[in-house]
Nanobody, 115 residues
Framework: QVQLVESGGGLVQAGGSLRLSCAAS????????MSWYRQAPGKQRELVAS???????NYADSVKGRFTISRDNGKDTIYLQMNGLKPEDTAVYYC?????????WGRGTQVTVSS
């Protein structure tokens, strides 16, 4: 079992910044791929950014150039630095850890961007 705890969400004005954190614990493997997803009201959950075992990153087109995913392997923690936030970034942000054919999810953290 893997437990994921997100933090760092909140209310911010358009153009502002937030930094999300996701701490993994339990039966984790070092350098395991991890991702950030988000789900806005009435919409499907979508991939925002991912970081692979070798540190390679992948971003949704909508956040490229504004968001940066990173990890601290010593702490089994990933981060999502979000700059230039837009109202359309408003959503619940979830951390994902995939291993052994299973997907683990955190409970999410709310990000609200006011115009």
């Amino acid at each position: 079992q893997v437990q994921l705890v997100e933090s760092g969400g909140g209310l911010v004005q358009a153009g502002g910044s937030l930094r999300l954190s996701c701490a993994a614990s339990g039966s984790t493997r070092r350098f395991n791929a991890m991702s950030w997803y988000r789900q806005a009201p009435g919409k499907q959950r979508e991939l925002v950014a991912s970081i692979g075992s070798s540190g390679g990153t992948n971003y949704a087109d909508s956040v490229k150039g504004r968001f940066t995913i990173s990890r601290d392997n010593g702490k089994d923690t990933i981060y999502l630095q979000m700059n230039g936030l837009k109202p359309e970034d408003t959503a619940v942000y979830y951390c994902n850890y995939g291993a052994g054919g299973l997907d683990y999810w955190g409970r999410g953290t709310q990000v609200t961007v006011s115009s």
